[in-house]
């Protein structure tokens, strides 16, 4: 998996991203040859980024605004989005306040059909993930 070289997800989870669609997203951008996302069609919706409270990235599924842990809130540089079907992954690579760009925090967040997190996973620098989409075995 290209996002989290660390990444350690359950057997179920790697099936399920293996099959799923995805998209490389990138926010933070100053390449003319790789510009900004600005949305990602997925089964369940419109993902749309865009800019939020104190310049991080803001995060809406089909208009409404996904409700972001405060440990994952941050400026995001870039990662995949996952259609899962009926729930998204969104993997990526995201400057929080206590980080470096040079050394961003891996986040991962599995949203619901409807934008609710369902699961999430922070991990500062190179500290490796663990298990951050059980709930998408299921």
């Avoid at 293996?18 to 600005?38: C, F, M, R, Y």
């Avoid at 990235?57 to 996904?66: F, I």
């Amino acid at each position: 998996m290209s996002f989290a070289a660390n990444a350690k997800p359950s057997l179920g989870c790697q099936e399920a991203i293996g099959k799923a669609k995805h998209v490389q997203i990138v926010w933070n951008s100053a390449s003319q040859d790789l510009p900004a996302t600005e949305h990602v069609e997925t089964s369940v919706g419109r993902l749309a980024l865009a800019a939020g409270k104190d310049g991080f990235t803001a995060l809406s599924l089909n208009g409404k605004p996904v409700q972001v842990p405060s440990s994952a809130v941050g400026t995001l540089a870039y990662g995949q989005v996952y259609d899962l079907g009926k729930q998204i992954l969104v993997a990526a690579f995201v400057e929080r306040p206590d980080d470096s760009s040079a050394v961003p925090s891996e986040v991962q967040l599995l949203l619901s059909g409807d934008g609710s997190v369902l699961n999430s996973a922070v991990h500062s620098g190179t500290a490796p993930s663990k298990g951050f989409c059980s709930r998408a075995d299921g």
